[in-house]
């Protein structure tokens, strides 16, 4: 198969798009510089929020600009786009449009590794952007898994973590993660999906285990398959 260049529309947020990068450099099976993914990354920080736009629509809106990026990305070579925050795929019609070239599709892509796994009811710790505009909740019902959101009280908590931490380049609250877990197990869910990259962070950060599904890193694999590599073991 030949290989194709994978652009990375990046800034969504800013370290979330890094460590994409790495976790694909990392999942490569690759010897040499020449094995790895050929990439181009923007890291565009000026793109608007997501969910404070799905939230209120007079508000800036972030497909023209995310648009504006896969051009760019198309221009000098890319094959296959990939994009390191789930919120965005609540546009994902118009960005695949627009784009005209493919797009991985990352939230229906966890939802099929959820499925993989066997998980069976799965929390999905996401944006309120995400929640509202409920891509995973379908994702994950089509892929025949039962989805389970938090309640209004924990779900300030992922907001707080998300925006307070993790974006705010600041340490995890584990107190604050911790009372997240808890109300997720309570609820009865045998997995939990971080719909939202900067838990991938989290999950990096605190040392989470298999229990939870990293859209992230689904992204990553995703990626380094569609354009012609292998994974390492």
């Known amino acids: 198969m ?6 990375i529309i990046g800034g969504v947020g800013p370290l979330a798009t890094m460590l994409l990068g790495e976790m694909i450099v990392k999942r490569t099976k690759a010897k040499t510089d020449q094995q ?12 608007p929020d997501r969910t404070t736009y799905i939230l209120d629509r007079s508000k800036a809106n972030p497909v023209p600009v995310m648009i504006s990026d ?17 919120t965005a795929h609540s ?41 509202t505009a409920s891509v995973y909740q379908l994702a994950c019902k089509d892929a025949g898994i039962q989805p389970v959101v938090p309640d209004e009280e924990t779900q300030k908590l992922v907001m707080s973590v998300i ?4 974006k705010a380049g600041q340490p995890v609250d584990f107190l604050k993660w ?8 309570e609820l009865g869910c045998d997995h939990l999906i971080l719909g939202c990259t900067e838990l991938s962070i989290v999950k990096k950060e605190l040392n989470l285990d298999d229990k939870y599904i990293d859209s992230l890193m689904v992204l990553a694999e995703s990626a380094i398959l569609s354009c012609g590599y292998e994974l390492n073991d």
Not at 2 to 7: D, M, R, V, Y
Not at 39 to 45: A, E, Q, R
Not at 95 to 117: C, D, F, S, W, Y
Not at 163 to 166: A, E, I, P, Q, T
């Open 2 to 7: 030949k290989t194709k260049i994978l652009g």
């Open 36 to 47: 790895h993914v050929n990439m181009v990354i923007t890291n565009n920080t000026a793109i």
């Open 70 to 86: 896969a051009l760019k990305l198309k221009s000098i070579g890319a094959e296959v786009l990939a994009i390191p925050c789930n």
């Open 91 to 131: 546009f994902y019609k118009e960005i695949q449009q627009g784009a005209g070239i493919p797009v991985l599709h990352m939230i229906n892509e966890t939802a099929k590794r959820a499925a993989q796994i066997g998980a069976k009811k799965v929390g999905i710790l996401a944006t309120t952007g995400t929640l």
């Open 163 to 166: 925006y307070d931490d993790v």
């Open 178 to 185: 911790q009372q997240i877990i808890n109300q997720m197990n």
